[in-house]
């Protein structure tokens, strides 16, 4: 089946252009929205992958002024096949949030503004729920796509780890990060996605394995990490069980050791490659520049680094701290081995059906609600989105139920490579749900 | 005494360590050979040359250095300006070759390791501000690090010489790239030499630091573990000011890359050039040194020299050298052979390139190849000069200045094979 993506003519397009700036006035779902008429099929993308000609900033102010002069290798296929970019969305600050407001204009949820969007990749899911047939080209490093697909009532596909090159993505965590895609239709993520994956010549890290679709009826609750997830969520996950066992579905439930140590896992690694991921930003070449040439190395560089945000300044410094020799084997190498743990005990499963959890242990929270939590319970949010990125593993939320106006997602997770598979079960998914929207342009 | 190296040596490949840019670190033009990779622009990937992991390899086995069968990188982390990723990729655990070593005459000097590793940009420092050349970043290097097992100077210099003919039949030219960390004790306390440009330089900065150690020693004072620099005109090491404490880079594995088999790399049985010179020599009677400096100044003496017969031996060697002092580098197996049966003991120049079938124009060749070895020479004695190049107009002056009186030519003249020897080594 081949999607059906929103294509304007010029004059619509202005049409469009001047609806969308007006919702973004309100929503917050793009950094950047192009003016020139585009004349193929409708995509946006998140402002931490290249577009040629149009600002890159990650969300970050050390990035502002960078207009980057070549494409993601993702980019140019889509672009190759008939795809056009119309703009950069809001994210938090090179990825590192889960609600979306680590950013300058944190983007707001589209069925309430008191709420979140969800993090990191806010303003995809925001746009994607905003206009008609859309596909917004997302990232995940820890579950950037998962959380703001839940939280905004759109599908969130994570593909497998090195299905699609990262050339033209602005790291975070190399060995994690992953595009993805935040859509509203199995058919039309199928055919973004068939058109990015594979090896990439530019990135040594990305992979030629066929993607296949080997499909299975068996899902598989994992009992001990449903431990920290809200009451509410659980009732309504309970009941999505039922109803999936009613389509033939067979649930099981099972342990899966070590587990719970996915997100310390998780934040150990990540902020350690990101605290060298980071270390290219200083303030002369591209972006942010200090104007005072006076300065000595160290306090040019410093002036630099000072645009980095709150979260940002935080990973810098604790990822330093755990990759400094005296203490790399305390918690690097553990966090290594736990990874390896849990790929080996995920996949043991994986090899014969699906895993399926809630995507978020929590209802969609208001933004006052967790603009003053603590970094430690803002990362313990990650808790279900964490174990599939950690790994590596094709995952996917989906949004099945409305409570109180506002959508919920569950998240079912396949063996690497099957990414298909997940497309397969929201295609049959999709035969008895419908998605709600609060409003839609295009 | 204890001295320890820590070597770096330009690979000879065509293109950069992890992009395809082309590896000429020093252009005409700054930063005309660059792209998104070497200048570490946010979204670009390292990719790596193949070639210099081939390069590296047989560099590895030819210092008796076991091949690590997978090999990675990681980053090194620091902030300098030349630096544009703010780390370095290079090797630490993961390094192509590992626990070799370099025979003198029976000792073994350890070999640590082997490391792939990228050359940072060159800062050009003026009066009041640096200009940074990115053309270099990213140029393809091994460093080679020692044991600590070098303990004279005598010792240091046969060690320099050894490297240099285990090198050059990988393709390194040790005497134009060579950059070293010198590691002198003569007591308990460990002093480092940074970034010793050059062979000529790396023995005067060890001559002058055993000096002044044993100075230190004699008039019971004591030597402090610090880093040191060597500063070419006054000849002699000065302390650098930077704080002396233990380095903290953070090493952390590459995962823009990923982990190289080696197993399947073909590395051919190297070629050393003093183990061959020295199987020559004793096969045909010859003194050692002679053949080695001939095998070490063209390439293709090896093969020539080990062709023939060891009654034709003397006679090859005195016509490679009537080769060599006539000004004729490019002559073919052929050339050597016909040239073999003649009698040219007594021959001058132009009768040598009449017997050749050179002798149409060769007047005016001939001196062209002397005039450009000459500059070649030079070169390769002053560092700065081949550095700075054409791009300054002092350095480049004071060159035409010594073309022009050596060679009696014009300045305009002598710009121009100036300019064609350095843009030939370049190439090379």
Known sequence: MTGKFLSLNDAEYAVFVSQLRQANERLNAFNFIDENKKSGKIISVKDNICVKGMPATASSKILQGYTPGFNATAIQRLEDNGFSVIGKTNMDEFGFGS???????????????????????????????????????????????????????????????????????????????????????????????????????????????????????????????????????????????????????????????YLEYSVPAYYILSMSEASTNLAKYQGFKYGFKVKDFSLNYNDFFMSARKQFGREAKRRVILGTFIRSKSIKQKYYEKALAIRHAIIARMKNFLKDGFIIMPSMPIFTPKI??????????????????????????????????????????AQIITDHFNDYSLLDFLSEW????????KEEIG | MKIGLEVHVALPTKTKLFCSDLAYENQEEPNSNVCPVCLGLPGAKPV???????????????????????????????????????????????AIGVRGYVDLNGKKIGIRRVQIEEDPARIIREKDYSLIDFNRSGVPLNEIVTEPDITSLEELKNFIEELRSILYYQGVNINQELKTDLNISLAEKRVEIKNVTGVRNLISAAEYEIKRQSALIKEGKEINAETRSYKEDSNETVSS???????????????????????????????????????????????????RELILFNRRNLSLLTSITREEFKKGVSLIEKFASFGVEDYSEEEFRKMLDKDVSSIEKDGFLQLLGRANNAE????????????????????????????????????IGEVKEKYHITGKEAAYFIKKVIKGMLNN
């Open chain 2, 48 to 94: 790596l040359n193949q070639n210099a992991l081939d390069i590296s390899a047989r560099i590895a086995k030819a210092l008796n250095c076991e091949i690590n069968e997978k090999t990675w990188f990681v980053r090194k982390v620091y902030f300098y300006p030349d630096l544009p990723k703010g780390y370095q990729i290079t090797q630490l655990d993961g």
């Open chain 2, 364 to 399: 005016k060749k001939a001196d062209e190849a002397e005039i450009e070895a000459g500059i070649k020479e030079m070169l390769s004695f002053d560092k700065t000069l081949f550095d700075r190049g054409i791009k300054d107009e002092k350095a480049m002056n004071f060159m």
């Open chain 2, 241 to 291: 000011r930077e704080k002396e404490t233990e380095e903290e880079y953070g090493f952390t594995f590459e995962p823009d890359l990923t982990f190289y088999d080696t197993t399947k790399l073909e590395i051919p049985k190297a070629i050393i050039a003093s183990n061959v010179a020295k199987e020559l020599a004793d096969r045909n009677e010859y003194n050692e040194k002679t053949i």
């Open chain 1, 430 to 437: 999709e035969i008895g749900f419908k998605y709600k929207f």
């Open chain 1, 368 to 409: 006052s609600e967790v603009s003053d939590i603590s970094p430690v319970e803002a990362y313990s949010m990650d808790m279900l989105t964490v174990p599939p990125n950690l790994c590596g593993f094709p995952h996917m939320s989906f949004p099945y139920f409305y409570e109180r106006g506002m959508p919920l997602g």
């Open chain 1, 99 to 257: 609600f979306g407001l680590n950013s300058e204009h944190p983007a707001k949820n589209p069925f309430n503004e008191e709420y979140v969007a969800g993090g990191s990749s806010s303003g995809s899911a925001v746009a994607t729920a905003l206009i008609k047939e859309h596909v917004s080209i997302a990232e995940s490093t820890g579950g950037s796509i998962s959380a703001p697909a839940a939280f905004c009532g759109v599908v969130g596909l994570t593909p497998t780890y090195g299905a699609i090159s990262r050339y033209g993505l602005i790291d975070y965590a190399s060995s994690l990060d992953k595009i993805g895609f935040i859509g509203k239709s199995a058919d039309n993520i199928r055919e973004v996605m068939e058109k990015t994956v594979g090896s990439d010549p530019k990135d040594t890290t990305s992979l030629s394995t066929a993607i296949s679709n080997k499909n299975s009826h068996k899902l598989y609750v994992i009992d001990n990490l449903m431990g920290g997830i809200d009451e509410g969520i659980k009732d309504r996950f309970e009941e999505l069980l039922v109803r999936l066992s009613t389509k033939d579905y067979k649930i099981e439930h099972v342990k899966i050791d």
